[in-house]
C-alpha cells in the first residue's frame, strides 16, 4: 500500500463489493409485517460510488416493511457558490427533490427522506440563524435537524469528520451558542463522536442539567435537605410534560436521579445520604 493510500485508511466509506456480496445465502426476514422507520441513511452521486433512488429502493424493498426514511446529511451535492455558510442548503434541496419523486411512488411505496438531517456551522453561533432559516424553507416540512460530527483524532490515518476542525468541538462557546439557536427551534443536534470524544458529549448534555438545576427543576422530588425541590411526583410529571415540548438532551443522570438516588434516600444511612446525594 502507498504512502498516499495509508493517509487515510480508516474512517471513511468504500463502495460495495458487489460480487462478494452476492455469495452470502439468502436470509429470511424476521418479523415482515414490523413497520420500520429506517432512521440514518445517504444518497449520493460521486466518482467512487452512486447511491440514488435505484439503489435506495433495493435495499428497502428487500422484504422489510420500511414505510420512509431520514436522510442524513453526507456532504452531498453542496451549492457550488455563494456565500460558505449556506452551501450545505444545496444537499437539502437535492434531497427534496429525491423524496418528491419517491413519494410519486414510482421507487415502490417507502417513502424516501420523510425526514431529513442537514448539515449547518453551528460554531456560527448567532450568526447560523439564516442558515437555518434556508434549510427550513428548502426542505418544504422534511428538515428536522443539524449533524455537525465531531469525530476526531490526529492520527493522520483516521479520516476525521469533515465538519471537524479539531479536538473540543462540542465544548466550544461558540458551538453551543449555535447549538441554542438550533434547539429554540425545536430541531435535533445528530451527534457523531468518535471514542475520545464521548467525554465532550457527555459534558454537553451534563449543561443542561447544571441549567435545569440552577432553575431550580433538577431533583424535582428530592428532599430540600439533599438538595432537591422537595416538590410531588405530580410537580415531576408537570415538569416533564412541559420539557417533552422542547429538544432537551435527555438520558444524562436518569439512572441516578429516578433510581439510585431514591434508593439511597430510603435505604441508606444518614451519612451515605450526606456524602453521595447532595449536588
Known amino acids: ?8 485508511v480508516f474512517g471513511r466509506i468504500y463502495a460495495p463489493n458487489e460480487a462478494w456480496l452476492a455469495k452470502r445465502p439468502a436470509e429470511a426476514i424476521i418479523e415482515p409485517e414490523l413497520a420500520i422507520i429506517d432512521p440514518h441513511h445517504h444518497f449520493w452521486d460521486v466518482a467512487r460510488d452512486t447511491y440514488l433512488l435505484d439503489e435506495w429502493s433495493r435495499d428497502v424493498g428487500s422484504g422489510h416493511n420500511v414505510e420512509a426514511t431520514v436522510f442524513i446529511e453526507c456532504g452531498s451535492m453542496y451549492r457550488a457558490d455563494g456565500p460558505v455558510e449556506l452551501r450545505p442548503v444545496g444537499e437539502i434541496e437535492f434531497v427534496v427533490g429525491l423524496a418528491a419523486k419517491s413519494d410519486r411512488g414510482a421507487h415502490g411505496p417507502t417513502r424516501a427522506a420523510a425526514g431529513i438531517v442537514g448539515q449547518a456551522d453551528l460554531t456560527l453561533g448567532d450568526r447560523v440563524d439564516p442558515v437555518l432559516d434556508a434549510m427550513e424553507q428548502a426542505g418544504q416540512g422534511r428538515f428536522r435537524g443539524i449533524r455537525h460530527a465531531a469525530g476526531w483524532d490526529a492520527d493522520p490515518r483516521i479520516g476525521n469528520s469533515h465538519t471537524t476542525p479539531g479536538p473540543g468541538l462540542y465544548l466550544q462557546d461558540d458551538f453551543r451558542a449555535g447549538l441554542a439557536r438550533l434547539t429554540a427551534r425545536g430541531l435535533s443536534l445528530d451527534a457523531l ?3 475520545p470524544q464521548i467525554d465532550d458529549l457527555v459534558d454537553l448534555a ?14 424535582i422530588t428530592m428532599p430540600k435537605t439533599y438538595g432537591g425541590r422537595g416538590g410531588s411526583p405530580m410537580e415531576q410529571v408537570i415538569y416533564n410534560q412541559e420539557e417533552a415540548e422542547f429538544v432537551t438532551p435527555r438520558g444524562v443522570y436518569e439512572i441516578g436521579l429516578g433510581m439510585c438516588i ?15 446525594a447532595p449536588p
Open 1 to 8: 500500500m502507498t504512502d498516499a493510500a495509508q493517509e487515510k
Open 262 to 276: 431514591p434508593t439511597m434516600l430510603t435505604y441508606a444511612t444518614e451519612s451515605q445520604k450526606q456524602r453521595y
Open 193 to 195: 463522536v468518535f471514542h
Open 206 to 219: 451534563k449543561a443542561w442539567q447544571i441549567k435545569k438545576h440552577k432553575a431550580g427543576f433538577s431533583g
